[in-house]
């Protein structure tokens, strides 16, 4: 079943920059979006308002982050906020079966994923497990093409998890004809956020037109 959104892609990512300012001030209200009639209200489906592809780093929990309650965000979280097909697909699904209107990439600094790929990427012959592999290899593009000039290992993870938020949005395009067609049709955005864990600030870096 398709849903529509009732509201736009520009609006859904304003609402979502709102949010993290009262979350800033610490004014936020989400805690009052968690009782009883909220819950009863969402048995029946989901209409939430952006999807959100963020780090599982336990420091970066969305909700609180953007001052939402439930049902009002679809959350995509791995080490390294990374596209995979099973991301993608969940991307696709809240697009189409929910009425999603955005998709935020959400990076953050001193990135645990990233900083992992930057050691690996000075020393190839390390690794843990087939697993972590996985993440680390789809980490390397953005720390080899940020290797450059960096005063130390942290500046360079930070650069390396900017960068990536720019890679996986282009994955995210790339990647769905079916969210191209929205995107075409202004019916769905791609937005890129950094997200400073000392500050709380969130910023935008990049918003396809």
């Known amino acids: 079943m398709n849903h529509d959104s009732s509201i736009s892609p520009k609006e859904s990512l304003?609402?979502?920059?709102?949010?993290?300012?009262?979350?800033?001030?610490?004014?936020?209200?989400?805690?009052?979006?968690i009782g009883n009639s909220y819950r009863e209200k969402l048995v029946g489906g989901q209409t939430p308002y952006a999807i959100i592809l963020t780090c599982s780093d336990s420091r970066t929990p969305p909700e609180h982050i953007f001052n939402a309650g439930l049902g009002e965000l679809f959350v995509c979280r791995n080490a390294?906020?990374?596209?995979d097909e099973l991301i993608l697909g969940?991307?696709?699904?809240?697009?189409?079966?929910?009425?999603?209107?955005?998709?935020?990439?959400?990076?953050?600094?001193?990135c645990g994923a990233m900083s992992a790929a930057v050691s690996v990427a000075k020393n190839l012959d390390l690794y843990e497990s087939p697993s972590i592999d996985h993440i680390i290899r789809r980490a390397?593009?953005?720390?080899?093409?940020?290797?450059e000039e960096q005063a130390d290992d942290k500046a360079w993870t930070d650069a390396a998890a900017k960068k990536n938020i720019f890679n996986q949005c282009r994955n995210i395009i790339n990647g769905s004809k079916l969210l191209r067609e929205r995107i075409a049709n202004k019916e769905f955005g791609v937005a890129?956020?950094?997200?400073?864990?000392?500050?709380?600030?969130v910023k935008l870096l990049y918003e396809n037109r």
């Not at 390294?80 to 596209?83: F, H, I, K, P, S």
């Not at 998709?103 to 001193?110: A, E, K, R």
């Open 192 to 201: 890129g956020a950094w997200y400073d864990l000392g500050t709380g600030k």
């Open 140 to 147: 390397l593009p953005a720390v080899f093409a940020t290797m």
């Open 80 to 83: 390294g906020n990374l596209v």
């Open 90 to 110: 969940s991307i696709e699904y809240a697009a189409v079966h929910t009425g999603c209107p955005l998709v935020c990439v959400l990076g953050h600094n001193n």
């Open 14 to 33: 304003q609402k979502l920059l709102s949010g993290n300012l009262m979350f800033q001030k610490q004014q936020t209200s989400h805690h009052t979006k």
